[in-house]
């Protein structure tokens, strides 16, 4: 592996520790077909991303420039990957500028020992935190439960989840896959002092939650509170925090010490590059002009917020991610989820499947490069085929990542990694695959395949082929659910008849190559 | 014209009147068609499974049955979008990962020649009413490379507008892909499934006897699972419904996508 500068002394890429969640027990195959069969978590992701899906496009369509502010989000996003050692480095020095203090986590397990530290120091037995995808990354609250120390989820969806000690399902709603009921059931069954008549309204539910947090935060004074951040801006040392709900605003104003773990990709130049990102945002991910609540805040100032502030910069895997010219372009996800919305695969799967904190299009290109695919039984190895390649990710993506490509590259790598492993290249699709490159490119071979598949298959009765014994390679993945042509006579034989009533009918023949360039007889 | 069939490998194994009616579709507009039996398949299979080292012989194959004709030809016509999406946007990338740069510059100048069939119809050979006549109900399925990859757009419904006797009915949730995804659909078979069964159920809902559109690899995917659950509709590529005349009027067959003699 070559050398990425990370501003951090000069580092190898490392892929994320194992001890972080990204990685499922089992491959996508089959943990789909678990919830496929659960019709409950199916109504309920197919009504939620749908209504997601509508708001984001209705709020799409109102932006002339649109497609010209996605170019610009995707320049930026290229010239931070290009550039993130230097932007790093002035991070690092404007975020202390500003009084804040700065700490370097290689990975996982580095995050939880220095948010720990800070917060075992400081005397807390409880924190609060604002939903954020790094730290669910490396687990962080396992890791402080484990010292001794009970974090409370102030973000709803998160505090639904972390209620019914469920794991997130999406990037922006953790608990899409829970509808109201069942909901209800979470808060009744681990809010002790709430009223029983409590009904399944979205208004109630909230309002119980909100009762719930309000005590917490009455007590913030002298405490602490973990966040993560949408962007980083390097020029100022700016955090900035998107959200929905105000909650997160209380943790990052109301309490003494604040900590927030951020992945070095979250870097944006200057603070006038927001103005792009804030635009793409809140349009892509809940389908608003403008989110409520967007939090920023630049190290500290007496009298006014938190008088400490850590910032966490976290690598765990990004640096792997980045050492790929073909694959570093997932670094510039905006963590939107307009992606999961859209796509026919996570509709149906939900997230849990993808085995990663990061499900959907997205997860399925960031998860495997952040851990890396060790082999053929990695669960990660499987998420780069966890798609049908129909590219609507890709088009609705607020910073234009080509999952698609990026998809099929990671497949290539896949592929490739098996080859080139000795005696490793011999699974069925290896076995399949290579002898149908040997006969797709010998021309005579395979027109003597195409001009015998029907004869051969006309032992098998019936005009379609239908159920087929399980014993046969990879058919019957077909064949168990849908009925298949039987080839008859090809086309080829057809053209023959063609070609010999045109030449009759105006007395000239046209001369044909026939397979290997060889004349016809 | 002069135009070069190449009808993919599917095609000519399992929808073989697929190719046919692009013969005698392109041959009543008065061009000549010609067809290479040199010809095998465009690589997709490979490409999209992350094979590009297996695809690269297939690739190499491809631009070796069609380069020399370059200059003969005005244009390669496939009957899919999905595989003049790959000759287009992953020959040269396949020639790349195994370090050809002549192979990759000869497989751009033959992607550049090479259309799918609506677009070779509409921008080369600048024609939407092709003269076809259709007396039934039919359904557009757009295809996820033709839409996203290809931008074939507005073409295809162009074209079956101008069918005499057709009526094109509305397809609900045209835009989702039907889960075919090449080796995803066996790969990932209960997630296919569970995507083509709604396919399916959106065909019966639009109410039309047809659903059509430019890949045979869907429509045999959505063929199939109609023909599983005994549902009305039957698949028919816009080749079959563009070569359907009143003189030659298409029937379809018991076999999916297949014409009665
Ligand atoms: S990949 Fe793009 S669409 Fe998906 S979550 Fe990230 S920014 Fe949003």
Redesign the interface.
């Given at each position: 592996m070559s050398t990425v500068h990370l501003g951090i002394p000069q580092v190898r890429p490392q892929h994320a520790s194992p001890s972080s969640t990204l990685r499922g027990e089992r491959g996508f195959p089959e943990a789909a077909r678990d919830a496929l069969a659960d019709p409950t978590l199916r109504e309920n992701l197919r009504r939620a991303t749908s209504t997601i899906q509508t708001k984001r496009a209705s709020a799409v369509r109102e932006v002339r420039d649109w497609q010209k502010l996605r170019n610009a989000g995707s320049a930026l996003k290229w010239q931070v990957t290009d550039h993130l050692p230097e932007l790093l480095e002035q991070l690092e020095s404007s975020v202390t500028a500003a009084g804040g203090v700065v700490h370097w986590a290689r990975d996982a397990e580095e995050a939880g020992e220095i948010v720990t530290a800070l917060a075992l120091e400081r005397g807390a037995r409880e924190v609060l935190k604002v939903k954020s995808m790094a730290t669910q990354e490396i687990g962080l609250n396992e890791v402080l439960a484990h010292a001794g120390i009970r974090v409370i989820e102030s973000d709803l969806a998160e505090l639904i989840v972390q209620l019914a000690d469920d794991t997130p399902s999406h990037i922006l709603v953790p608990a899409i896959h829970r509808n109201r009921e069942e909901i209800r059931e979470i808060f009744l069954a681990s809010m002790p002092d709430l009223d029983e008549s409590i009904t399944d309204e979205p208004s109630e539910l909230a309002e119980a939650a909100r009762r719930f947090l309000r005590e917490k935060f009455l007590d913030m004074p002298g405490s602490v509170a973990i966040s993560g951040a949408n962007f980083a801006v390097a020029e100022t040392g700016t955090m900035v925090v998107v959200e929905s709900e105000g909650n997160g605003r209380m943790c990052l104003t109301l309490p003494k010490t604040l900590i927030s773990v951020v992945g070095i990709e979250k870097i944006v130049p200057t603070f006038e590059d927001l103005e792009v990102f804030l635009q793409l945002l809140p349009r892509s991910s809940t389908g608003e002009r403008m989110n409520p609540y967007t939090t920023m805040f630049t190290g500290v100032h007496e009298g006014d917020g938190p008088e400490e502030f850590h910032l966490v910069l976290l690598d765990n895997g990004r640096s792997a991610v980045l050492e790929d010219p073909e694959g570093r372009s997932a670094l510039h996800c905006i963590r939107c989820s307009a992606c999961l919305n859209v796509c026919p695969v996570y509709v149906r799967t939900g997230g849990h499947a993808y085995g990663s904190t990061y499900p959907g299009p997205i997860g399925a290109i960031l998860s495997p490069q952040m851990t890396g695919m060790s082999g053929s039984d990695d669960p990660n190895s499987t998420l780069p085929y966890a798609s049908s390649l129909c590219g609507a990710c890709y088009d609705v993506c607020p910073v234009k990542i080509n999952i698609p490509e990026i998809l099929v590259h990671l497949r290539t790598k896949d592929v490739d990694r098996r080859r080139e492993t000795r005696g490793d290249f011999h699974g069925t699709w290896d076995m399949a695959l290579k002898g149908a490159g040997k006969l797709m490119s010998s021309p005579r071979a395979y027109d003597l395949a195409v001009r015998s598949a029907g004869p051969l298959t006309s032992v098998l009765g019936g005009k379609n082929i239908g159920k087929l014994p399980g014993v046969l390679p990879l058919i019957p993945g077909w064949t168990d659910h849908r009925d298949l042509p039987k080839p008859g006579a090809s086309f080829r034989s057809w053209w023959d008849q063609h070609e010999k009533e045109r030449s009759s009918a105006d007395g000239t023949t046209e001369p044909d190559a026939a397979p290997d360039g060889e004349e016809q007889a | 014209m002069r135009i070069s069939l190449m009808?993919t490998?599917l095609?000519?194994?399992?929808?073989?009147d697929v190719?046919?009616a692009t013969?005698i579709l392109l041959e009543r507009l008065g061009h000549q068609v010609?067809?290479?039996?040199?010809?095998?398949?465009c690589?997709q299979?490979?490409?999209?499974?992350?094979?590009?080292?297996?695809?690269a012989?297939?690739v190499?194959?491809f631009v070796d049955?069609f380069e020399p004709a370059l200059d003969t030809v005005d244009a390669i016509v496939m009957p899919s979008g999905s595989c003049a999406g790959c000759v287009r946007d992953?020959h040269q990338l396949v020639a790349r990962?195994e370090g050809d740069s002549e192979l990759e510059e000869r497989a751009a100048a033959v992607s550049a020649k090479t259309y799918e069939l609506s677009e070779l119809l509409v921008d080369v050979l600048k024609v939407t009413d092709v003269g076809a006549y259709f007396p039934h109900s039919v359904t557009y399925h757009p295809t996820?490379?033709s839409m996203?990859?290809l931008k074939v757009g507005p073409r295809p419904l162009k074209l079956l507008r101008a069918v005499d006797g057709i009526e094109v009915k509305n397809l609900p949730e045209s835009?989702?892909?039907c889960?075919?995804?090449?080796?995803?659909?066996?790969?990932?078979?209960?997630?296919?499934?569970?995507?083509?069964t709604d396919k399916a159920a959106n065909v019966v809902r639009s109410g039309a006897d047809f659903v059509v559109a430019g890949d045979v690899s869907c429509l045999?995917?959505i063929?199939?699972?109609l023909?599983?659950t005994g549902a009305a509709p039957k698949s028919i590529h816009l080749a079959q419904i563009l070569a359907s005349t009143k003189e030659d009027p298409f029937v379809p067959?018991?076999?999916?996508?297949?014409r009665s003699a």
């Open positions: - | 009808t490998c095609v000519d194994v399992m929808a073989p190719a046919r013969v010609v067809f290479d039996k040199r010809q095998t398949c690589g299979m490979h490409t999209n499974s992350g094979y590009y080292t297996e695809a012989p297939v190499r194959s049955t992953q990962h996820c490379h996203r990859f835009d989702t892909c889960g075919f995804g090449g080796t995803f659909s066996v790969k990932n078979d209960a997630t296919s499934d569970a995507m083509v045999m995917n063929g199939g699972k023909r599983r067959s018991e076999t999916i996508l297949g």
